[in-house]
T-cell receptor, first 111, second 115 residues
Framework: RKEVEQDPGPFNVPEGATVAFNCTYS??????FFWYRQDCRKEPKLLMS???SGNEDGRFTAQLNRASQYISLLIRDSKLSDSATYLC????????????FGAGTRLFVKA | NAGVTQTPKFRILKIGQSMTLQCTQD?????MYWYRQDPGMGLKLIYY???????DKGEVPNGYNVSRSTTEDFPLRLELAAPSQTSVYFC??????????????FGDGTRLSIL
């Protein structure tokens, strides 16, 4: 089992749609969680951190479920510019420092 | 602030050649990382450093070496280039705040082809 798993997609949605991505992680000792966005042939960029209580940034909402070991990202009112690959990132500690990137979920938003 | 700067942006090497990928950051971050990303795949950690003089292996260190003589610089060395090392290489850095993990800031990447 991969340490961080994401549905690779692609998700094809129309503008204005709501879309949700899930990510599961295997290490129950994982400490911090992030969502990154990566455009084609570009570097990953931080979208948002994920906090235990859940957090929102404009049209984006991130949630963490430690009991079930998954995090989610909800995008409301999708824009064409949201088309990208969304990476789930998990940081572990214990036996050394470890950051694990998921392989990413591709999103295409169409007019 | 320039952030994380990687050079070169593109490079073609012949099998067996060596080269150094440069990475420098001006944010005074303690942590620095090197990743590789193969087409359609996720990032894999090659090496990381938690401060000057300290480096450690990541998931895929074979065929690479690093050094961290200063806080700002974290070069990645390929000694004997092999076709399997054709990839996009990203350098990243993050601050250390208490015991928490902070998000990483990435450079633009170096696209390396080994022929």
């Amino acid at each position: 089992r991969k340490e961080v798993e994401q549905d690779p997609g692609p998700f094809n949605v129309p503008e204005g749609a709501t879309v949700a991505f899930n990510c599961t992680y295997s290490n129950s000792a994982s400490q911090s969680f992030f969502w990154y966005r990566q455009d084609c042939r570009k570097e990953p960029k931080l979208l948002m951190s994920v906090y235990s209580s859940g957090n929102e940034d404009g049209r984006f909402t991130a949630q963490l479920n430690r009991a079930s070991q998954y995090i989610s990202l909800l995008i409301r009112d999708s824009k064409l510019s949201d088309s990208a690959t969304y990476l789930c990132v998990v940081n572990n500690r214990g036996g050394g420092f470890k950051t694990i990137f998921g392989a990413g979920t591709r999103l295409f938003v169409k007019a | 602030n320039a952030g994380v700067t990687q050079t070169p942006k593109f490079r073609i090497l012949k099998i067996g050649q060596s080269m150094t990928l440069q990475c420098t950051q001006d944010m005074n971050h303690n942590y620095m990382y090197w990743y590789r990303q193969d087409p359609g795949m996720g990032l894999k950690l090659i090496y990381y450093s938690v401060g000057a003089g300290i480096t450690d292996k990541g998931e895929v260190p074979n065929g690479y070496n690093v050094s961290r003589s200063t806080t700002e610089d974290f070069p990645l060395r390929l000694e004997l280039a092999a076709p399997s090392q054709t990839s996009v290489y990203f350098c990243a850095s993050s601050p250390r705040v208490g015991q928490g993990h902070q998000p990483q800031h990435f450079g633009d990447g170096t696209r390396l082809s080994i022929l």
